[in-house]
């Protein structure tokens, strides 16, 4: 039996203090003599410190799940905060949020993943042109030569057969409740025809991100007399609203934070897994009590 685990994440926005950041992150700093301070770690706030047990508690989890198989990270945009957005930012020096890039995905090397995947995220989060996710890339291959890392635009990859197509931009999960969902069916069956349309199978998994939400979609089409099935899954992020992400998403009162895993058997999708915790941002506080 050849089995293989593909851990997903994306949005991670590091040197945001809303964004993930690695408490062993280690940056440059000067004191009052002019002097470089050594090992100078960046204090997490309250909704980092969640973000990090959050993330170590499932990294730990995709442990358990992968055993000895072969373990594939894919890390499907946004690395940084960027610099387009500057309040809230832990530091506006470019290089320190490479750091902090790099240092947020050191934990999964302790897995031993067979490959690292990073793809380019939005322009406004990563210095433009995925410039943030060349240089993470950069940074990690020297510290893991061992290791298969690479980055992409868009990619598709093959495991044991099994076609997957993963970019950082896709469909929105719906503007309602009762919609969430129907223009990711509309995306991934359009996606799905145009594969059939150039003589190709379309991919059995479509992973995007961006949308810092969960949502799964799967589709079946006819073609020819022959059937065709594919799954789109839209990953959360570890990263908390800020202003601009309240009014984009016009103002939720929950928002969801993890990762995917999805479990490949012989070349078959056996079963997509998300390790996600949902929690309410609202401040709540009662002003006069029920009598």
């Not at 050594?38 to 410190?49: G, N």
């Not at 050191?106 to 490959?115: C, D, I, R, V």
């Not at 009762?178 to 003589?199: C, I």
């Not at 309240?246 to 058997?265: N, Y």
Request: charged share 20%; aromatic share 6%; with cysteine.
């Amino acid at each position: 039996m050849q089995r293989t685990i593909l851990a997903i994440c994306s949005d991670l926005h590091g040197g945001h203090r809303h964004g993930l950041l690695n408490p062993a992150t280690s940056l440059e700093e000067i004191n009052e003599k002019g002097e470089k301070v050594k090992d100078y770690h960046p204090e997490l706030t309250p909704i980092q410190r969640y973000l990090w047990e959050t993330y170590i508690e499932q990294i730990g989890a995709v442990r358990n799940l992968a055993q000895d198989d072969p373990l594939i990270v894919i890390l499907n945009g946004d690395m940084t905060a960027g610099n387009k957005y500057p309040q809230l930012l832990v530091s506006d020096r470019i290089a320190d949020q490479m750091l902090i890039g790099a240092a947020n995905i050191e934990p999964w090397f302790g897995l031993a993943p067979k490959a690292v995947r990073l793809i380019k995220g939005t322009g406004a989060h990563v210095f433009g042109q995925g410039t943030s996710e060349i240089l993470i890339t950069q940074l990690l291959k020297t510290l893991h030569p061992e290791t298969s890392i690479e980055v992409y635009d868009h990619s598709l990859i093959s495991i044991g057969g099994m076609d997957v197509d993963i970019s950082h931009h896709g469909p929105p999960p719906g503007s309602r409740a009762w919609l969430k969902g129907n223009e990711v069916r509309y995306y991934l069956k359009s996606l799905m025809f145009d594969e059939l349309s150039a003589g190709k199978k379309p991919p059995r998994l479509i992973l995007r991100g961006h949308y810092h939400d969960y949502i799964k979609e799967t589709v079946n089409i006819r073609n020819n007399g022959d059937w065709y099935e594919s799954t789109l899954v839209i990953t959360p992020s570890f990263a908390y609203v800020d202003n601009h992400g309240r009014q984009s998403v016009k103002s939720p009162a929950r928002i969801t934070h993890g990762m995917v895993v999805v479990e490949i058997v012989n070349g078959e999708l056996l079963q997509i897994t998300p390790l996600t915790k949902t929690v309410d941002i609202r401040s709540r506080e009662t002003l006069i009590e029920r009598i």
